[in-house]
């Protein structure tokens, strides 16, 4: 008698099931425990996402911590896969126990390391990043462990309905779309109204949901049930008492990082954002780095805005980047002659909080709410390519280059689209970091500026909260000094002016690189220069 074909093949198919799978309706265990890979999923994006944030907040440069951290926590992740081989019985019992771990570690770990940061000392930086690594391998190695087993236990207890390449495609098309719904959530609706510690701990009780339902649909099979309920009762209530302590929790540890009471905190899409108010005066921070203190703010701004504004003489229309306080607006308002200021600022937030809250509404003498000015959120780079229109002032105030994505607004390619929106006559000015400490960052903008065919006029003034801190006017004609500044001014004078223009030699001009969106050379000169103060 002949072999039919079909069987034969099926013989040596090793995809191929003994008996034909069942596509009868999926049953509630296996309905949650596929649900179980989607959450899995997404507790596991949440916890890298949320190492990575918290990295870039308190340690800077989110570009080289989201990368070691996103190459660390896949590492462990394939470790973790690889251990799963070596469990071979009570693979339920297992992966409850695996949940549990992964919900209270991953959902405590962003709190663990808020703290930790808080309580070391700043020169105990490195310590902080063996605790960062070491939290980071072990959550990774843990999720690493999950799918394998998820995948052992369906194949196992739905053998039936699943030939092994359609198992695969069910527990990966879950996976991968768990992730994708978090990983556009985190940034949009999580961070923004949860914050990172509530976030992991809001993941951290999905991961023990997720124990607790494996504990109900596999109750025959578990040798010590009550054991297991227990320990799940145990971790629910950990996580939700830390939970419902985390706004304690993150007042207590952010206002022992900055040293003085926080009056306004908020995480948006784009920065941490942190007024303090203290005896001296109130400071905001972003992502923890000091951008203005109260009590001598007005140096800053008075010299930024009054040297192009004064040397212009004329200026109707004024574009300002960054500056999403109001204080380079409150200056430039100061010219009665200005017909039109336009404030491109890329986070909704700073403009929301300095328009609104009262206290830094005195600040920057309400100047948003001005008639003349124009607000815009969105980025600077993307907002210049897109819109037309020239310029008599542009004022470029925006954070120190700490990372790649700040870094692109002082590339060639930036300052080439400010020079087409210049009007001839105008002027551009750019904050630019210390020529003190980072003079070789310093003289890097100014070469950049001069590689797109701008004429640079460097100065630089002495604010207490900063230091020696720089400024580069940018024009098409010479500078020429002015000769009247507007009424009132605290810091800039007539006669003083000259001075800012002076440099000695231990801030005289480098040779520098120019900085290109190709090799954002800034970027890893001031990470050198200024981690030299911070050692």
């Given at each position: 008698?002949?072999?039919?074909?079909t069987a034969?093949?099926?013989?040596?198919?090793?995809d191929?099931?003994?008996?034909?799978?069942?596509?009868?309706?999926?049953?509630?265990?296996?309905?949650?425990?596929?649900?179980?890979?989607?959450?899995?999923?997404?507790?596991?994006?949440?916890?890298?996402?949320?190492a990575?944030?918290?990295a870039?907040?308190l340690?800077?440069?989110?570009v080289?911590?989201?990368?070691?951290?996103i190459g660390?926590?896949?590492?462990?992740?394939?470790?973790?896969s690889?251990?799963?081989?070596?469990?071979?019985r009570?693979?339920?019992?297992?992966?409850?126990?695996?949940?549990?771990?992964?919900?209270?570690v991953?959902g405590?770990?962003?709190?663990a390391?808020f703290?930790?940061?808080?309580?070391?000392?700043?020169?105990?930086?490195?310590?902080?990043r063996?605790?960062?690594?070491?939290?980071?391998?072990?959550?990774?190695?843990?999720?690493?462990?999950?799918?394998?087993?998820?995948?052992?236990?369906?194949k196992?207890?739905?053998?039936q309905?699943?030939?092994?390449?359609?198992?695969?495609?069910?527990?990966l098309?879950?996976?991968?779309?768990?992730?994708?719904?978090?990983?556009?959530a985190?940034?949009?609706?999580?961070?923004p109204?949860?914050?990172?510690v509530?976030?992991?701990l809001?993941?951290g009780?999905?991961?023990?949901?997720?124990?607790?339902?494996?504990?109900?649909?596999?109750?025959?099979?578990?040798?010590?049930?009550?054991?297991?309920?227990?320990?799940?009762?145990?971790?629910?209530?950990?996580?939700?008492a830390?939970?419902?302590?985390?706004?304690?929790?993150?007042?207590?540890?952010?206002?022992?990082?900055y040293?003085?009471?926080?009056?306004?905190?908020?995480?948006?899409?784009?920065q941490?954002?942190?007024?303090?108010?203290?005896?001296g005066g109130?400071?905001?921070?972003?992502?923890?780095?000091?951008?203005?203190?109260?009590?001598?703010?007005?140096?800053?701004?008075?010299a930024?805005?009054h040297?192009?504004?004064?040397?212009h003489?004329?200026?109707?229309?004024?574009?300002?980047?960054?500056g999403?306080?109001?204080?380079?607006?409150?200056e430039i308002?100061?010219?009665?002659g200005?017909?039109?200021?336009?404030l491109?600022?890329?986070?909704?937030?700073?403009?929301?909080?300095?328009?609104?809250?009262?206290?830094?509404r005195?600040?920057?003498?309400?100047?948003?709410h001005?008639p003349?000015?124009?607000?815009?959120?969105?980025?600077?780079?993307?907002?210049?390519?897109?819109?037309?229109g020239a310029?008599?002032?542009?004022?470029?105030?925006?954070p120190d280059?700490t990372?790649?994505?700040?870094?692109?607004?002082?590339?060639?390619?930036?300052?080439?689209?400010?020079?087409?929106?210049?009007?001839?006559?105008?002027?551009a000015?750019v904050q630019?970091?210390?020529?003190?400490?980072?003079?070789?960052?310093?003289?890097?903008?100014?070469?950049?500026l001069?590689?797109v065919g701008?004429?640079?006029?460097?100065?630089?003034?002495?604010?207490?909260?900063?230091?020696?801190?720089?400024?580069?006017?940018?024009?098409?004609?010479p500078?020429?000094?002015?000769?009247?500044?507007?009424?009132?001014l605290?810091?800039?004078?007539?006669?003083?002016?000259?001075?800012?223009?002076?440099?000695?030699?231990d801030?005289a001009?480098v040779p520098?690189?120019?900085?290109?969106?190709?090799?954002q050379?800034?970027?890893?000169?001031?990470?050198?220069?200024?981690?030299?103060?911070?050692?």
């Amino acid at each position: 008698m002949s072999q039919d074909p079909t069987a034969a093949a099926a013989a040596h198919d090793p995809d191929h099931d003994d008996a034909a799978p069942d596509r009868g309706r999926a049953s509630l265990p296996e309905v949650l425990l596929l649900a179980s890979v989607f959450v899995i999923a997404a507790c596991g994006l949440v916890y890298e996402l949320a190492a990575g944030a918290l990295a870039s907040y308190l340690l800077g440069d989110s570009v080289l911590q989201f990368s070691t951290i996103i190459g660390a926590y896949l590492f462990a992740m394939g470790v973790g896969s690889w251990l799963s081989r070596y469990i071979d019985r009570q693979l339920v019992a297992h992966f409850l126990r695996l949940e549990l771990l992964v919900g209270v570690v991953g959902g405590l770990m962003p709190a663990a390391l808020f703290t930790a940061h808080s309580l070391l000392p700043p020169s105990q930086v490195a310590g902080f990043r063996v605790l960062l690594y070491g939290l980071v391998l072990l959550v990774g190695t843990l999720v690493g462990l999950e799918i394998p087993l998820v995948m052992r236990i369906l194949k196992r207890h739905f053998r039936q309905r699943y030939a092994l390449k359609e198992l695969v495609s069910q527990v990966l098309t879950f996976d991968y779309l768990g992730a994708l719904l978090v990983a556009v959530a985190f940034p949009l609706l999580l961070v923004p109204n949860l914050g990172l510690v509530r976030t992991g701990l809001f993941f951290g009780l999905l991961n023990v949901a997720v124990a607790v339902w494996a504990l109900w649909i596999f109750r025959a099979e578990l040798r010590t049930w009550r054991s297991h309920a227990l320990t799940c009762a145990v971790s629910i209530a950990l996580l939700t008492a830390a939970m419902i302590g985390a706004d304690r929790l993150s007042t207590w540890a952010e206002d022992r990082f900055y040293g003085e009471q926080i009056v306004f905190k908020e995480s948006s899409s784009y920065q941490r954002i942190v007024v303090t108010q203290g005896a001296g005066g109130t400071r905001l921070f972003l992502n923890g780095n000091l951008q203005f203190h109260s009590r001598d703010e007005y140096r800053y701004h008075e010299a930024l805005v009054h040297p192009a504004m004064a040397g212009h003489g004329a200026a109707r229309r004024v574009l300002v980047l960054g500056g999403g306080d109001g204080m380079a607006v409150r200056e430039i308002l100061k010219y009665p002659g200005v017909e039109q200021v336009t404030l491109v600022e890329l986070d909704p937030h700073m403009t929301t909080l300095f328009a609104q809250a009262p206290m830094l509404r005195a600040l920057n003498a309400d100047a948003l709410h001005s008639p003349k000015l124009r607000i815009v959120n969105a980025d600077a780079f993307a907002w210049l390519e897109q819109n037309p229109g020239a310029f008599d002032v542009i004022v470029i105030d925006f954070p120190d280059p700490t990372n790649f994505s700040i870094g692109k607004l002082y590339t060639s390619a930036f300052y080439r689209l400010v020079d087409q929106h210049l009007n001839a006559a105008g002027y551009a000015v750019v904050q630019t970091t210390s020529p003190l400490i980072a003079r070789r960052s310093y003289w890097t903008v100014a070469t950049t500026l001069e590689s797109v065919g701008l004429q640079v006029t460097p100065y630089h003034a002495h604010v207490p909260s900063f230091g020696e801190w720089g400024f580069i006017l940018a024009s098409r004609r010479p500078y020429r000094m002015p000769t009247q500044l507007p009424a009132g001014l605290r810091f800039l004078g007539i006669p003083g002016l000259p001075a800012l223009f002076d440099f000695p030699p231990d801030m005289a001009r480098v040779p520098t690189e120019v900085n290109r969106l190709s090799n954002q050379v800034l970027v890893q000169t001031f990470e050198e220069e200024w981690g030299k103060v911070h050692q």
